[in-house]
Every structure is written in C-alpha cells, then in structure tokens.
C-alpha cells in the first residue's frame, strides 16, 4: 500500500472536514447560538461553577462512580495534551499570532457546547451490566431523539469516537511522548512504548474508579507546574505583553502575520488553524467530555454540565494562553532554524519559546515532562472514551479485550511514523462533532428550558440533595433519571426529548 497516497488522502478529507464550510462555522455556530439561548451561561455561571468543581469537589450522597472533581481531571486528561503545547504552536506558526485570538474565541463559545452535551451526558444517562453509570452522545443522541435518525447519529458517533480514540487519544500521544523521551533523556523509543503500555493497562484495568484517582492525582500538578514556567518566562517579558496583546488581536481581521497568501487568504488561515486547534485542545462539540461528566456522583445535570464547563476555561483560557502567549513574547513564532534555514517546526517551537525565557535548561525540561504527562493523561482518559463506545457497539464483554488491545497499541504509537495516523485522528474527531452538533441542536430547547428551572431554584448551586428533590418533584424525565435505567434499555425503547418513555 502507497501510504504516502493515504496520508495524502486522509490530509485533503481532513482539509474539507475542518475547512471553512462545514466544521468551523457548524462548532462556532453552534457555540453562539447555545451561548445566546443559554443566556450567556458560561460568563454567569463561572465562579460559583469552579468553586464546586474545584472546591466542593462532590455533592453528597450523589448517584454515580467518581466525584465531580475526577471528572472534571479525566475530562481535562484528556483535553490537555499535545493540542496544548504543540497544537497551539502549529496554529500560531501557520495562521500567525491572531489565530490565538480565535482558539479564544473558540474556547469561550465552546464553553456552553461543553455545557449542554456534559448536561445531556448526565440526563440520559443509564446503569450498564458491570452497575456504572454509563452515558455520552452514543447514548443521549438515541435517547433523547426519537426515531431511527437518532439511532443513526448514535452508532454514527460510536464508530467514529472508537475510532478516534486509537489515534488521536493513544498512538498520537505516545508517539509524543517516546521521541521527547529520546530526544531529552536518550531513551529507546521501543522502552518508553513497553513502560506506556504496562502503566496503561495497570490504571486501565482497574475502570473508571481507577482513572479517576489517577487524574485526580496528576491533572492539577502537571496544569500548575507547566502555568508556573508560563507565568515566569512572561514575567522575564512582561515588557513585550503589550505589543504581543496588540499583535494578536490585530492579526485576527487582518491575517498580515499568517505563512503565506494575500491579506483576505491570511485571515482564512488564522481563523481556520485557530478554530480548528482550538477544538483539538478543548474539544468543545465533540461529545468527548459528555462520557466523563456521565460517571458524575451529581445531584442534577444542570450541576455536573457547569463542572464540565470549566475544563473548557481550564484548558483554552487558561494552559492554551500561556503557551501562546510565551511563543508570542519571545518571538519564536516566526524564528528561523539556522540548521533548516527555514521557519522552526512546531514541535520544537514551544520548547525553544520557553528555553529562551527561563535560566538554563529549566524551560527544556518543564516542556518535556509537561509534554509527557499531558499526553499520558490523555491515553488514559480516551480510553475510558472508548471503552464507553466499545460498549455502546459490542456489549460489556468486549471492555476488557479493549483495555488490553488498547494498551498494545500504545506501544505501536510510540514505535513508528504517524503521517497517516495524525491525518486520520483530524478526520475521525471531525466526524465525532458532526452527529453530536446536531444532537446539541436538536435537544437545546430542553437543555434550555430544564437549565433555567434548575437556576431559578439553586442560582448559586449550593441546594442540598433534599432540597433539589423539592423543586425538581414532578418535572418530565426527573424519577426516570434517579432510577438509572440500563443503558442496553434503550435499543429497546426511546425516551422523549422530556425523558418520558416513548414506546
């Protein structure tokens, strides 16, 4: 087989699927019309969304298998990885410092996305054979549209996200993380591939609980000790912020700084790196973080949707700024290699931006073992993703060949060349957003109207479990959600977009 001509292929398909006439405006659309219908939810709801998920961390005497907390770290697992350091770097080496602007913009319109579909993760939720929650586009786009459509978007976004997970949540990342390995400390790149996968099935095996304490564990270490570096090499800069601040929002409408192009071109550029990167790290649309929310121990949807919402603000506003920002101020954006003579790689640029700003060899080491935590978290954090799936497509017998072969594959990742396989993940991850964009679509007006009842009740989100019990008496859908139904229930029968049952 000439791989050459799939990688090829894959790249032109992937060209279309994240272009300017589908994807794109579909997740910005999509973003601002729930951002609009929620009220500007996102900018209201912050605060006392952080100090639940962050603070509070669980709501007592909650259904559920993880607290709030751990699935808002396996969420952020596996969000924050190589879209955070190289991703953004790639999008500001091509699109030039304004495509930052539109990882922003994305972020921050993504963030009701992450609302809705980690409230209907949570909403349509079931109990499987094992007695986990289990839940996530693969079960709400069946359980919440009635009819053989959203079936089809269901097992469309099964497929897809069993797909996706072996690229862009394994191979891709322990690709990473094995030359990072090599080229900083000397390693093999076939021992580092045999120590990720036996830490791998080790967390795996243990299921959701297991992840759960690991990222719980490993998410806010390696966040805080990568910001910390960020913080410091901005503050050697702090002089250059302006200019920089400056240099990004104008390059966002004029496209001036973008690789290449005339002037309207650029702006194509910036915009379509910046949106399409900005997914890559937050993945905001694409359904993902909906499966982690499920596991919630919550006292309502409404609850775990706003925790959820934060990792979004967590990664882009927060982990994607700082790197953006560093690569900006040094000027390592536009560097040339003196070995190439030709622009620095991505991969490269991130670490050159903070070995400029840091005392010796401090910046070189903060970008690998951030570099190589990020990616080992989000292993494990799309495995619980495709798991979810694998068990929405075959049944709960096919989970533990899954953790096993998943592990192997890590292996594979870190062991040979992956053109055609970061091609692939582009396209997969794009064919995850589609049915699930539609589903936050179509299921927005009770997403809407059950999120305002909640508020008006519990605006500050600190009800108590009786408490909540009292307002939520009688509403459509509420003793269905309490009972847990089995998730295999609903190849059976479909709930109405209230969640009455149908038939």
């Not at 999120?451 to 600190?462: G, K, V």
């Amino acid at each position: 087989m000439d791989w050459n001509a799939v990688e090829t292929f894959l790249g032109d398909v992937g060209s279309v699927v994240w272009g300017p006439f589908l994807l794109i405006p579909l997740l910005l659309g999509t973003g601002l019309y729930l951002t609009i219908r929620l009220g500007g939810l996102q900018f209201l709801k912050l605060g006392a969304a952080l100090r639940l998920g962050l603070l509070k961390r669980r709501d007592a005497g909650a259904e559920g298998d993880i607290s709030q907390f751990q699935a808002l770290t396996t969420a952020l697992a596996a969000t924050v990885g190589t879209g955070n350091i190289v991703g953004v770097a790639t999008a500001i080496g091509i699109g030039g410092p304004g495509a930052l602007f539109w990882m922003w913009v994305t972020g921050l319109v993504g963030m009701a996305s992450k609302y809705t579909e980690a409230y209907l993760g949570v909403r349509f939720r079931g109990t499987d054979d094992a007695g986990e929650k289990s839940g996530g586009p693969q079960v709400y786009l069946e359980r919440g549209i009635r009819g053989g459509f959203g079936k089809f978007l269901a097992l469309f976004f099964a497929i897809a996200a069993t797909l996706a997970c072996f690229g862009i949540g394994n191979m891709t990342q322990g690709n990473s993380i094995a030359h990072n390995m090599e080229r900083s400390f000397s390693v093999p790149l076939w021992v580092t591939g045999a120590v990720l996968a036996v830490l791998t099935l080790l967390v795996l095996v243990g299921g959701i609980k297991s992840i759960g304490r690991v990222t719980a564990g490993l998410v806010p270490v390696m966040i805080l000790l990568y910001v910390l570096g960020a913080l410091y090499v901005l503050l050697a800069n702090i002089g250059a912020l302006p200019a920089a601040f400056a240099q990004i929002f104008t390059d966002a409408f004029t496209g001036t700084s973008a690789v290449g192009g005339f002037a309207g071109s650029a702006i194509i550029i910036a915009v379509q790196y910046g949106v399409a990167r900005g997914i890559f790290s937050n993945e905001s649309g694409m359904g993902s973080a909906a499966i982690a929310a499920a596991a919630a121990q919550t006292t309502h949807p409404v609850r775990q949707g706003l925790v959820s919402m934060t990792q979004t603000f967590i990664d882009t506003i927060i982990v994607v700024t700082c790197t953006g920002l560093v690569i900006v101020t040094t000027g390592t954006w536009n560097q040339i290699d003196a070995a190439t003579g030709q622009q620095i790689s991505a991969a490269l640029m991130t670490g050159e931006a903070f070995t400029h700003g840091l005392p010796g060899d401090w910046g070189h080491w903060i970008v690998t073992v951030g570099l190589v935590m990020f990616a080992f978290s989000t292993i494990l954090g799309w495995a619980y993703y495709g798991e979810r799936n694998i068990e929405r497509l075959l049944g709960r017998r096919a989970v533990m060949p899954f953790r096993v072969l998943f592990s192997l594959v890590v292996y594979v990742g870190c062991t040979v060349q992956l053109g055609v396989v970061w091609n692939f993940s582009d396209v997969m991850n794009g064919l995850m957003a589609l049915p699930n964009l539609i589903g936050l679509l179509i299921l927005s007006g009770m997403v809407v109207r059950e999120t305002r009842h909640y508020l008006a009740h519990d605006p500050r989100l600190e009800a108590s479990k009786e408490e909540i019990e009292a307002f939520m008496k009688g509403r459509p859908g509420w003793t269905e959600w309490k009972s847990g139904n089995v998730v295999g229930s609903s190849h059976h029968y479909g709930l109405d977009r209230d969640g009455s049952p149908t038939g």
